[in-house]
């Protein structure tokens, strides 16, 4: 294992982060994630210079300005304190060294167009969603909603720790259950909604949502039949003039729709959907040859679990156009389309960014029954409102 220390000290965080991180990062044929640091005050050119593989930067590479050098170091070191309590906190455990390398590698890849301008303004913004503990009461898994009226479904909520090269620390997970059978089968059979990662940062005093992704669960659980053939049912619900919503699945819609809820009911008003996360693509198809060789080898030394592998490779392999439209259009569609169901969303800018002010979203300016039945259920089961035709 190679010798460093954890210690968030600035020493530790320079020293790692120029040696361990800035060596592999510069050298684009052997990493995964393609960027270049360029330090352009002159003490910081000399002092990080041998750390570059090379003086010249081609110009396809994609590069990260550092104009305050010990701005950016004292950045990094307090966002690399925040992330171990972060794991701790999630994980329960203390802190390990293969965590630390991935956490300084991974973190760039969370940089929009936005954030390349200005990479110190970016390290704060990861502070303070590192730091925000709007949701930390859905750490544990907790009912928000009863669809008693139309379903017999409940909808969980928990609060989960995303993985380090995902595009928010934070992800909101819906967990949907057959209301009679939920003591029995809490945490093991249940539909799982799109999840929803997101950081929340703070600007000119006003908390704001960077919503990352929506994202369909990738893990195989056991799914109750039930609950999932009802949500299939009333998803479409959503859709009034399909069109609108081509290529997106309605289920998506609907966890976005619960997320703005919860965003409301916390006091934060806007929502910010980021237009493309710079180095992401690229990321994912180097990944493919990671993949590759990784599945190369399992299969000739483990002939007997083939298929095994070639599930893992169908699910992960040659997904990067898929997961790139996932992050940045059906988002950016999601958003903008949200306000002809929603006449309490103002959508602010539309340039590099969707920025979305939820401020006067309530239910009386929601122009669909099912979106406001939903809406006004969340943490409110004794709201009563129009009944819906109940589905059997």
Known sequence: MENYSLNPTLKNVVTFFASNIMTALGDGDNTDVDVRFEFTEEKAKKMFAKFN???????????????????????????????????????????????????????????????????????????????????????????????????????????????TW????????????????????????FYELPKIRYGIYEHDGEKICRLGSIQNNSIDYETDEYAKKKINRLKYKLVDNREDFEGIEPKKVLSFMIFLKLLKENGINKVEIPAVYILD???????????????????TTRRGQVKDYDDFYNTYYLKEDIISKSKSEDLYRIGLKSKDYLDGIDVLDIDNRVLLDISKLNEKNINNDFIRYIYTKINDDDTKIKRIKKIR
């Not at 969370?110 to 859905?138: C, G, V, W």
């Not at 949907?176 to 059978?181: L, P, R, S």
């Not at 693509?281 to 299969?299: G, T």
């Open 166 to 189: 995902d595009e928010s620390p934070y992800e909101l997970c819906f967990r949907v259950y057959d209301d009679y059978y939920i003591g029995s089968n809490f945490g093991k059979i």
């Open 53 to 163: 593989k090379s003086d010249e930067i081609p110009e396809d590479k994609n590069v990260i300005k550092v104009r305050d050098h010990v701005k950016f170091f004292n950045l990094l070191r307090a966002l690399y304190e925040c992330e171990i309590d972060y794991y701790e906190r999630f994980q329960c455990q203390p802190y390990e060294p293969f965590r630390m390398k991935s956490f300084f590698k991974d973190l760039w890849l969370r940089a929009t167009n936005l954030d390349f301008e200005n990479i110190e303004e970016f390290l704060e913004k990861q502070i303070d969603m590192y730091k925000d503990k709007t949701f930390e009461k859905y750490d544990e898994e907790k009912k928000i909603c009863s669809l008693d009226e139309i379903a017999d479904l409940v909808i969980n909520v928990r609060n989960r720790d995303a993985n």
């Open 281 to 299: 693509y690229n990321y994912h198809l180097k990944m493919n040859k990671v993949i590759d060789e990784k599945l190369k080898s399992c299969v």
